[in-house]
């Protein structure tokens, strides 16, 4: 994997950049809730995005309006120039894909044909080639298993590509789930945190790799609560609190933003016993280093993945009833909770769009 670890120098060229996502006036309510108000969000081509928020901000609610799960209440999303319709299949096929908080695998399906599934929307090979398994399907089915290995290859899993999905850790769960977004051969791929459950060492390989997927000319729009993470691989961050966007900027605007220490990062900024330097922990100001201010929000936000709610409507995008999320055979029990939640939301109205 080759890797860059910078971020995308922004004044480069500007006029070549385009516009991959522009969301207007997103707006997502459940009966009196209002999920999402009024969001606007662009993505360019060339850009690591990050979306931010506290538990329940509508940052997964938001992900979903984007990909076709949910029809947003009011508002419209384009993707280069082209308004989405709402169908999640459509919107893969457009060129968006993405990542779910809570794993969605097929467990009991190789590594290989995880990243197989993610592949046959650029599969052109129709019913009937399938069925009589001509010269045609053959050479198709070739085609698409080696851009699998190839992708297995760029996240470092291509020597378990005949491992079943179940039985990875977590982590490689994670990355595997990335392998099989990229399959689609996306403009634009949504990471819906990427690295929860994942350990430092982890954590950073994910962000070298988010890195290389940018390099690969694919736009990254990507919620995380590790906001070291965050702040280190974004160009532009937003940040939402009780569904409406608060701020845009890069990282240092927002991370010094007084109402997004206030509204997101809260008052215990640093817990830890380096807490003996409070002017500089309590608020971090325009002159602080990035670093400081990264890793003493990055501390005080670790416990919160933890209590990170449910979100993600369950498997729509074509998977079986019967091939459960690997979530549950993995060995984060951070996901647990989730399953309870997910089942109470999925019996709120208006959330199904695209059985
Ligand atoms: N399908 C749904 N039906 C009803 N309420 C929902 C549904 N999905 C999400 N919500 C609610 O919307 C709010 C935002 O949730 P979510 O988007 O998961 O937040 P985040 O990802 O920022 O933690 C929460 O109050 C959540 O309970
Ligand atoms: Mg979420």
Known sequence: MTTTTTKADATAEPAARETVLDARGVTMRFGGLTAVRDVNLTVNSGEIVGLIGPNGAGKTTFFNCLTGLYVPTEGEVRYKGQVLPPKSFKVTAAGIARTFQNIRLFNNMTVLENVLVGRHTRTKEGLWSALLRGPGFKRAEAASEKRAMELLEFIGLADKAQHLAKNLPYGEQRKLEIARALASDPGLILLDEPTAGMNPQETRAAEELIFAIRDMGIAVLVIEH??????????????????????????????????????????????????????????????????????????????????????????????????????????????????????????APGKENDA
């Open 226 to 347: 590790d906001m070291r993470f965050i702040f280190n691989l974004c160009d532009r961050v937003a940040v939402l609190v009780q569904g409406q966007k608060l701020i845009e900027g890069d990282s240092q605007t927002v991370q010094s933003d007084e109402r997004v220490i206030a509204a997101y990062l809260g008052e215990p900024i640093d817990e830890t016993p380096k807490a003996a330097a409070p002017a500089e922990d309590a608020a971090p100001a325009a002159g602080d280093t990035t670093e400081d201010a990264a890793e003493t929000e990055a501390d005080a936000d670790a416990p919160a993945e933890d209590e990170a709610p449910a979100d993600d409507a369950p498997a729509e995008e074509g998977t079986p009833a019967d091939d459960a999320p690997a979530e549950d055979a993995s060995d984060a029990d951070d996901d647990t909770p989730a399953d309870a939640a997910d089942a109470a939301k999925d019996a």
